[in-house]
């Protein structure tokens, strides 16, 4: 299992190394309005990172 401050640090890291570029272009075909994603960029995706809202003692099944 891996706690919160884990996967935070885990998910910051990743969002820190990503070519938010190469994201855009991937996922434009599917945005009906592209101005929508001039907002992404890595900070946006770090500061949503630090929002991420955690329960305990969730189980999937």
Same mark, same amino acid.
């Given at each position: 299992d891996m706690d919160r401050e884990s996967f935070t640090s885990s998910l910051k890291e990743r969002f820190s190394s990503t070519? /938010?570029?190469?994201? $855009?272009?991937?996922?434009?075909?599917? /945005?009906?309005?592209? $101005?929508?994603?001039?907002i992404w960029s890595n900070d946006y995706f770090l500061q949503l990172a630090d929002r991420i809202n955690f329960e305990k003692n969730i189980h999937y099944f």
């Amino acid at each position: 299992d891996m706690d919160r401050e884990s996967f935070t640090s885990s998910l910051k890291e990743r969002f820190s190394s990503t070519d /938010i570029s190469l994201v $855009k272009r991937d996922v434009l075909p599917f /945005i009906q309005n592209p $101005k929508e994603l001039d907002i992404w960029s890595n900070d946006y995706f770090l500061q949503l990172a630090d929002r991420i809202n955690f329960e305990k003692n969730i189980h999937y099944f």
